[in-house]
């Protein structure tokens, strides 16, 4: 498979360059950066794109390879409704053609999600404890608050967390993220780490997630480009090619 | 629903006799044990029995209750292929009855199990940590080795784990369970606790599942008692009325 | 070494008959409950003594038994300035006995906090995690709260945890406990846990205290009832009998 | 206080040149590598130098520190009884001057180490689980087997851990090392992980130690550089700067 990585000089773009050399099964078909023409792509027979570009480029890009029937895994930020629609109307005239955008391509991450989501329906309380390095500015992080509104959603027919407590410092029981208590804690040595923690009579149930470097989107990206083809139209988030049934 | 205990003077029987008293939505028919007729479960209009007897007398029990439409949760031990088919032939006769056997109700440990096989694919490598009390007798326990075995066929076309030891202590690396190695524990002060983990570069993803005491069973049960009516037929296992997709 | 009970049929006191009885080294020599008479530990020749009783006796218990030179182990609560100065007084007249008073004789608990102080310094971040059934009234616990201010204290000369935080739901950072952030998770199936966590570059240390089931005082009260008369006088809490250097 | 790097161009040495130049109370004196001549250090009014070198130079940098009234934090591999003991005979003739030779200078492993070490004689069971990276040779870990030996020392006088295993898998219990039994995980995405478990009625305790980069060292041997003076002769392991009780 001929694939292209689009932001090439850029530190996720040349990470994503060398795993595709090291790849026996894909061939790195061009590397493009800013001021490179697209035509890169059509001239080197590429057959997927990885992008990771920016906001300001994506959709000229994304414009160009879907016209030049080129699939494309794409990891840059920005997408909204709109920008969704556009897509998938370019799509329409292209249907063979294949586009998967995803906000997170951490394997672990998503099953840690898509676990979290089946596995809430089934236990009394549902809590989640994120921690970051303390050079984080939000809390909880994007992904906790993400997983707990899932996890809020599946349970939106059940009770909610049995709770006696009656006296509590401030801050004490987290934050509550639509009825699922969250705690973050920033702490030197450390990367991104999120646990769940599911309990009910007599056992508990923890799905815990750890980042250690910042290369873990590696793993993702290369299932997304082999997978990408099987999915014509538009994909956002990379679940739907991890076939769990 | 009206629901009956078999084994109802058993430890696990007379905790499923509290059980179903607490529950608002079931009303306990009748109390069943040794010497007792089964006419109690026909005179009590009983809808579904759950037995936790022996297997010298759980087949006598499960041809009668059939026979008079009345549906089964079964954690009684000893069935083997020849009894499932035995069941499976009296069902025949009576479509609209549901028996579900299971070896294990614990929903965590069913969950943790059937999320470690889909996550098994998608790491470099997957390793089985068990930690029991120090009574256990065999090492590792039943349910690690079916884990294992679960995970290994999942990643039966994939690589097997990378593993540069060229040194190792006797027994260091664990127990060989098809290519996954299995680590057991033994601790004074443990319960039952297991740990599935999983990496690939960058990431990892555990799956821990703690039973912390003997009752974990009864939701389990009790889901199963909710739900079996809606699988008609003999089912093995409560997996399939979790409506994991 | 002769042992009595103090409030032998209370739940605590009758797991303590029980431990003493199953111990070679022990022999239960008394067991006194509300209406005996105290001459029962001077006629049985106790050389020590267990009161787990109540805040309304325990003061009458220890006045006879340092009259009558027999050592104390005390686990009943209530212990104020007030009551302790008490006890200091009678055991000026009699210098050999020793009473042993501790809040908590749970080792590991115990050893928890005693860790968590002497690492404190070491580390550029701290927190603590508690973990609790959903029944429990206060948030954080008592036990939590403590660690957490003797975290603080040992690191009155450092710089505050760092922490960039700018947007922050409420109470995702948990309580401030003298400038530690203290999170409490209330989830069924749990029994009563914590965890401290010490962060500094590159490197995190961890130390976790798991209580699983509600005997968990009894080595502790054991290993207290074999030392307390290595320590003449008042002692309170169980850590200077861990000798621990 | 004015600080050196010996091996200034290595890894770990520029990584510490870095250190030094971040941190507020101390000065770069000088920069020595291969080839420099080692009177930089004294020319540059160095009072502790850092060496991070090699075997075959060590012992020369060191009798010529030692000789010129300078203190030393030394890295450097290799050094055995008679190494030891040569450093040992310089330092009698400049009783004034500190060596601290130390085999890992991560402040969680010491003090991990040192606790499992305080905690062993209160626990009926301690087991040790070390978790690395898959290219990793040995099993168990250098530090895991150093840990164990130090676990069995301080039960010396105790029952072994109790183990009811009749029927196990070969591999499944572990290594023994001196008793301890110590489990070995190899996982792509990790970097260097340690938890001792240790069980008694009721209650776990679990110290656990990751090491997330390779940076680890650096508080480590900034602690030893500021407190090495205090210290005079020949110190091993940074134990003894951490002023435990």
Request: glycine letters at 8%; hydrophobic letters at 45%.
């Amino acid at each position: 498979m001929r694939v292209a990585v689009l932001g090439s000089k850029g530190k996720v773009g040349s990470t994503m360059v060398a795993a595709v050399q090291e790849a026996d099964d894909l061939t790195l078909s061009a590397e493009v950066d800013a001021g490179d023409p697209l035509s890169l792509l059509t001239d080197s027979g590429t057959e997927v794109v990885i992008d990771f570009t920016h906001p300001d480029v994506v959709m000229d890009n994304l414009k160009f390879v879907i016209e030049n029937g080129i699939h494309a895994v794409v990891g840059t930020t920005g997408f909204d409704d709109k920008r969704l629609g556009q897509v998938r109307s370019w799509l329409t005239a292209k249907p063979d053609v294949a586009v998967l955008i995803a906000p997170n391509f951490a394997i672990g991450a998503v099953l840690s999600m898509h676990f979290a989501k089946q596995a809430a329906r089934f236990f009394e309380s549902v809590e989640v404890i994120e921690l970051h390095h303390p050079h984080k500015a939000d809390a909880p992080s994007g992904t906790a608050a993400r997983t707990a509104r899932l996890i809020a959603e599946a349970r939106k027919d059940l009770p909610p967390n049995p709770d006696a407590t009656s006296t509590a410092m401030e801050g004490a029981r987290g934050a509550d993220v639509d009825g699922i208590p969250v705690h973050s804690v920033r702490l030197a040595g450390l990367v991104a780490h999120q646990e769940v923690l599911l309990g009910t009579q007599g056992e508990t149930l923890t799905i815990r997630h750890d980042s250690l470097d910042r290369t873990s989107f590696v793993p993702g990206v290369l299932l997304a480009v082999r997978g990408v083809a099987e999915h014509p139209g538009l994909t956002v988030g990379i679940e739907p090619l991890l076939d769990l049934t």
